[in-house]
């Protein structure tokens, strides 16, 4: 089962992160980032990742753009080998790795 659990500050990724799956993660991990304070950080911690496609990389770029419109400062660990080479191909991987 795929989903986004938080725990303080940190937003866990888990499961399986496709086209089946993103659209209901995405919604989970926004209502719960929605209660932290402006200027708070996040740590969104993909180290449960079992598995992702190119939409997996395209759900952390929306939640770093849900991060920055809550005005928290949000950064990426745990990055798994295979979503590492789908935003290293799509010149993403500075985004995803860079401290917002």
Known sequence: ????SLSGNQLSLSGVLD???ANEVLAQARV???G??????????CQQVEKSSSVGVALLLALLRSARQQQLEARIINLPPE?????QVSELLPILTADA
């Open 1 to 4: 089962m795929s989903q986004a």
């Open 19 to 21: 086209y089946r799956s």
């Open 32 to 34: 719960l980032i929605a």
């Open 36 to 45: 932290l304070s402006p200027a708070q950080e996040l740590i969104i911690d």
């Open 83 to 87: 979503m590492q080479k789908i935003a």
